[in-house]
């Protein structure tokens, strides 16, 4: 039997200033991203040491397909390379699609009470709304210390639990229906994590000075808030965090939500989508990375433009190798992923595969430029196309960002 | 209600700062003098996980009232988030008693003051 087949291809090249933002989650989704899916949050890329290997540079700029193939094929594997290669920091906002959304992100139980009971209003679930929040940090983590954090694992495990819950709408009117969704995110092992970098820690003790107090007789029992640093302190101790930081860390996270459509807001028990991903990064040498993720999806029949969609499951798997030195940077991508979905004839399963290079090379300064290539592969029974190329261009100048 | 913590007159004061959050802390404390100053008396860091929070303040005479009080850095490289930060007084390893209030941590550090005062009792 002939084997039916879509084929696109981006070639991309863009200049730009890579960003220096620090970031102890796993590394963001790939330069060499499919420029036809839904664009994701731009995620801070990994700040890298003095001298050490040119940094991620950003992603391509969105709505970058000038086909529409390639968005079909997106589309239909669920963001398969944007999604898969990373556990979202906020899965409950990822599965529902609102990575817009401003995340709050409350620093005690009563900002956490004060934001979920803005979620319920007059009997309906309310849109635009996205937490996310530490349960251990919230609670039992208020009186831990920091010796117990270094030497007890599980306290590790809970600290770094991470909960999400968001809520969007779609429709207007008699038809809006809001999207709500919860999730959690684990980071099992995190070799960005600060708090066991002792460089770092120790290149923060050395740039800050504790305040003398006032004199005077404060009653015994009052605790209070010690004069606010100088930006110059700040700066000194925050670059102590960016300038201790491995590149390449060993990280691995585990991600998993659930959603639900409110019709009018109205609450009702319902799962709509269920998605599971796992990611980890391991450094080989000073230079180079390999990610490994995979993401699985459930979503339950639902009706879409009056059409009943059947239930679907998807699971795909991608890999990342990343080579950087100091004036350039490679990357090389590569995923494949299957849904299968019940149309009342049977089961039907639709492959899809992923493949991708990127090449940046430092142009002075903290400005870059990058040549991307990414195509898709997919086969289904009523796709007919057997291969379409498309070449894009992004020009981007972020310089100072 | 006072928060002035009584201890036996002639134990070792000892006096233990603990900061929640899993936060590494720089501190140190002061005693106020006569005059209302504060003296500089200890120092440490909790920066490696060995829980050297720990300084000896000598003995306490009956009733004689010693005032102290802890300048805390507290290191962040997280989103601002409320902790617990707790004064101890402890003779020998025994607890004799506390204060204890919460406090913001912010990046990349926040500065704070804790007070406690102790009063020697026969």
């Keep these: 039997m002939k084997r039916p087949l879509l084929l696109s291809a981006v070639l991309l090249v863009s200049i730009g200033a890579h960003a220096n933002a620090q970031s102890s989650a796993l590394p963001p989704p790939p330069a060499a991203r499919s420029a036809d899916a839904e664009p994701p949050t731009p995620a801070p890329a990994p700040a890298a040491p003095q001298g050490a290997p040119l940094p991620p540079a950003p992603g391509p700029a969105p709505g970058a397909d000038a086909t529409g193939l390639s968005e079909r094929a997106g589309q239909t594997f669920e963001r398969l390379q944007t999604t898969v290669e990373r556990v979202p920091d906020n899965p409950a906002v990822d599965l529902i699609g609102a990575e817009d959304l401003q995340i709050t992100k409350p620093g005690s139980v009563k900002e956490l009470g004060a934001e979920l009971r803005g979620l319920y209003k007059d009997g309906k679930i309310v849109p635009q709304v996205a937490i996310e929040f530490s349960p251990f940090a919230l609670t039992l983590g208020r009186s831990s210390g920091f010796e117990a954090y270094r030497t007890t694992s599980y306290i590790r495990f809970l600290r770094r639990i991470t909960a999400s819950l968001a809520t969007t ?122 990610v490994l993720g995979g993401k699985y999806l459930f979503s339950d029949t639902r009706l879409e433009d009056g059409v009943r969609v059947p239930a679907r499951h998807t699971a795909a798997a991608t890999g990342r190798l990343e080579l950087r030195k100091k004036q350039y940077g490679l990357i090389f991508t590569a995923g494949s992923g299957a849904r299968w979905s019940n149309d009342m004839t049977g089961w039907r399963r639709e492959a899809i595969g992923l493949f991708g290079a990127e090449a940046q090379l430092a142009i002075g300064g903290d400005k870059w430029i990058s040549l991307r290539f990414s195509g898709e592969v997919s086969g289904g029974e009523k796709d007919r196309l057997v291969s379409i190329a498309n070449l894009k261009w992004n020009y981007d100048i972020s310089g100072g960002k | 209600m006072s928060n002035t913590i009584l201890f036996p007159a002639g134990a070792e004061l000892r006096l233990r700062l603990s900061v929640g959050g899993n936060f590494p802390y720089k501190w140190q404390i002061y005693e106020y003098n006569g005059a209302n100053t504060p003296e500089p008396l200890d120092n440490g860091s909790d920066g490696r996980g060995e829980g050297s929070t720990i300084a000896t303040a000598s003995k306490i005479e009956q009733g004689v009232q010693r005032r102290f009080v802890w300048s805390v850095a507290v290191v962040s490289n997280d989103d601002p988030i409320e902790v617990d930060v707790t004064g101890q007084v402890l003779d020998g390893k025994r607890l004799v008693g506390e204060v204890k209030g919460p406090i913001t941590i912010k990046k990349p550090f926040t500065n704070c003051f804790v007070h406690l005062w102790v009063e020697g009792i026969p």
Excluded at chain 1, 169 to 183: F, H, L, Q, W
Aim: glycine share 10%.
């Design chain 1, 169 to 290: 709408s779609v429709g207007v009117g008699n038809d809006e229906t809001i999207m709500g969704a919860i999730g959690l995110r684990f980071r099992i092992v995190d070799g960005t994590d600060w708090r066991l970098n002792d460089a770092a820690i120790q290149c923060a003790f050395e740039a800050l000075a504790t305040p003398p107090p006032a004199g005077g007789r404060m009653p015994s029992g009052t605790i209070v808030p010690g004069p606010e640093p100088s930006d110059e302190a700040k700066k000194k101790v925050s670059k102590c965090f960016t300038d201790h930081v491995r590149w390449n860390a060993t990280q691995w996270a585990v991600g998993m939500a659930v959603s639900s459509a409110f019709p009018q807001g109205e609450v009702q028990a319902d799962i709509h989508d269920l998605a599971t991903w796992t990611s980890a990064t391991f450094g080989l040498g000073d230079h180079a990375q390999l």
